[in-house]
């Protein structure tokens, strides 16, 4: 049981560079959801999905795309790269809807110069 | 938009003493709940408290709610040096299906 796997951990584009970052969860969990952590900013939620086939826009979601074809993976597709994009990138699951006990994958730390 | 706020923003004492954490929220809600973070790591759970309740415990973590106040507070009692971790309170609305972050609180355990 890995729990919610994020790939790759680490990542430099340069501006203009298209990318996925990938999610992946073995708990059969309905809700995923892709988080972006700045300093003094806290977590903002970008993206998120309550079941395969499902996805909706969360506080910050320009710049992004997200696709639910399954269960287990959510990935988190940047169409092109800014610097203002420089962040750690956080997928994290829960079994229920109502989002309770988020569990979070260890983050991929992107670098756009 | 935060929807929580931590304060202190840090906070560091000695091992072996309590740390006290809070959270001032805006809106109503239907739960809250506490999160740890490591340094270089994910958030992981730590508790949640619906709204009905005021107090709930798990081992040495103790959180009280006022939903009167809009806050709450997170207790971490007989520090360890394992202790030291950012702390994020998030709070989740009737139906919500977003769960709203704080900037969290920056503890450090000195040994």
């Known amino acids: 049981n890995a729990g919610v796997t994020q790939t790759p951990k680490f990542q430099v584009l340069k501006t203009g560079q298209s990318m996925t970052l990938q999610c992946a969860q073995d708990?059969?969990?309905?809700?995923m959801s892709w988080y972006r952590q700045d300093p003094g900013m806290g977590l903002r939620l970008i993206h998120y999905?309550?079941?395969?086939?499902?996805?909706d826009q969360g506080e910050v979601p320009n710049g992004y795309n997200v696709s639910r074809s399954t269960t287990e993976d959510f990935p988190l597709r940047l169409l092109s790269a800014a610097p203002s994009q420089t962040s750690v990138y956080f997928c994290?699951?829960?079994?229920?809807?109502?989002?309770?006990?988020?569990?979070f994958g260890n983050g991929t730390r992107l670098t756009v110069t | 938009s935060q929807q929580g706020e931590e304060d202190p923003q840090a906070l560091s004492i000695q091992e072996g003493e309590n740390a006290t954490m809070n959270c001032s929220y805006k809106?109503?809600?239907?739960?809250l709940q506490w999160y740890r973070q490591n340094s270089g790591r994910g958030l992981v759970h730590l508790i949640l408290?619906?709204?009905?309740?005021r107090e709930k415990h798990s081992g040495r973590l103790r959180v009280t709610l006022d939903t009167s106040k809009k806050s709450s507070s997170l207790l971490i009692t007989a520090s360890r040096a394992a202790d030291t971790a950012s702390y994020f309170c998030?709070?989740?609305?009737?139906?919500?299906?977003?769960?709203?972050f704080g900037q969290g609180t920056r503890l450090t355990i000195n040994p």
């Open positions: 994290a699951s829960s079994y229920s809807p109502g989002v309770l006990a988020l569990h």
């Open positions: 708990m059969n969990h309905e809700y």
């Open positions: 999905s309550v079941g395969a086939g499902i996805t």
């Open positions: 809106t109503s809600i239907n739960n």
């Open positions: 408290i619906r709204s009905n309740e």
């Open positions: 998030a709070t989740g609305g009737q139906g919500a299906q977003k769960l709203v």
